[in-house]
């Protein structure tokens, strides 16, 4: 129990730090780039991981991460800048982990809606941070490749019940100090 709480206190104390998760956009662009950008944010780390975690609980295995990927791709595609998005972005780490945490009482459809309103969200913040289709798309496959690794990691029974609520605390810990 000590250690859970000892783990629980670091993530709180390196989310409280905003520079931890601000992530100014990237000159230049190209695949690399985009590769690289989902890296620089704990923000895209957490909602990712945590929309892993959920689908992995909520065993739609091949619907969500299809809904998160084309999330991604309208956001980054789309011609105009979404309002309010950093704290969106932020919110989203709070619905993943609480997402992940309500999984089994949360309907599969509506979870899908709030996976891809929160894709959209976050490929148009990486397409307003990055130039090209080729940024774009690495940032895409980075942020799949994340999804991928929470689902991997929420496929275990001991880590469902306590990676959910970790990301849920981290998205509240930045909401509270966004």
Do not use: Y
């Amino acid at each position: 129990m000590k250690r859970r709480i000892k783990h629980a206190a670091t993530l709180l104390l390196l989310v409280c730090a905003g520079s931890a998760w601000a992530h100014p956009g990237h000159a230049g662009g190209g695949f690399a780039t985009g590769l690289v950008h989902p890296l620089l944010g704990l923000d895209h780390w957490l909602a990712m991981l945590g929309l892993g975690l959920w689908s992995a609980a909520a065993r739609l295995p091949r619907a969500a991460p299809a809904t998160v990927c084309l999330g991604l791709a309208a956001g980054a595609f789309a011609p105009l800048a979404l309002p309010a998005v950093e704290p969106l972005l932020t919110a989203s780490v709070l619905v993943a982990g609480l997402m992940g945490l309500g999984s089994r009482r949360l309907p599969a459809l509506l979870g899908l809606v709030l996976a891809g309103a929160f894709s959209v969200v976050h490929g148009n913040a990486h397409g307003q941070e990055m130039a090209g289709f080729a940024a774009a798309a690495g940032a895409i496959v980075t942020s799949m490749v994340l999804m991928v690794l929470g689902w991997l990691t929420g496929s275990n029974a001991r880590v469902q019940k306590l990676a959910p609520a970790l990301v849920a605390l981290a998205g509240a810990g930045m909401l509270g100090f966004a």
